[in-house]
């Protein structure tokens, strides 16, 4: 009988789509662990372990001198069909923040904001008072501060996971032209 402690199952984790969502911003070279690390606030070894499980997974793969790069096709499904189930919405009480989901571009221009707190990632410098949506991982602010594509990425990621039928049917598009490359 195996050993249940020894299971070898590799498993993505939430900073992992992070990694991979910015990385599917780069139309050539991946940038390197370390410049990478800094833009998402993450450890450089935090990132060589996410690209990793992502090539495990068929989500990234690595040429001969050893760059990252994502398969796109394999990431906008998983992200269109899976992630939001691997990756559940998780809410808290009213936060100040940075805004998420309807409440934030591309969406926020084509949803009517309704009379309720805004969804907001849970942020020390954040400027809007609104319900706490947890982001994939706690750096996600920060990211997202130093690079608006990847903001607009994580936003409609978040309405595809947490948001009403409406906003996932206006974000999944939006996702999947930006994925698609």
Partial sequence: MANAKSNPQVVLRPQDL????????????????????AELSLTASEIHAGVERAVLAQLARKDQAGKASVVREALRQFVLNGARYAFPATRGSLSRGMPTGYAAAPLLDKI???????PVWPYKNGTVRGEAFYPLYPTVPEAAGRNPALYELLVLFDAVRGGSPRERALAMPMLDERLAG
């Fill in 112 to 118: 009517v904001q309704p009379n309720e707190p805004a």
């Fill in 18 to 37: 992070v990694v991979l969502l910015r990385l599917s911003l780069e139309p050539g070279p991946a940038p390197t662990y370390a410049a990478l690390a």
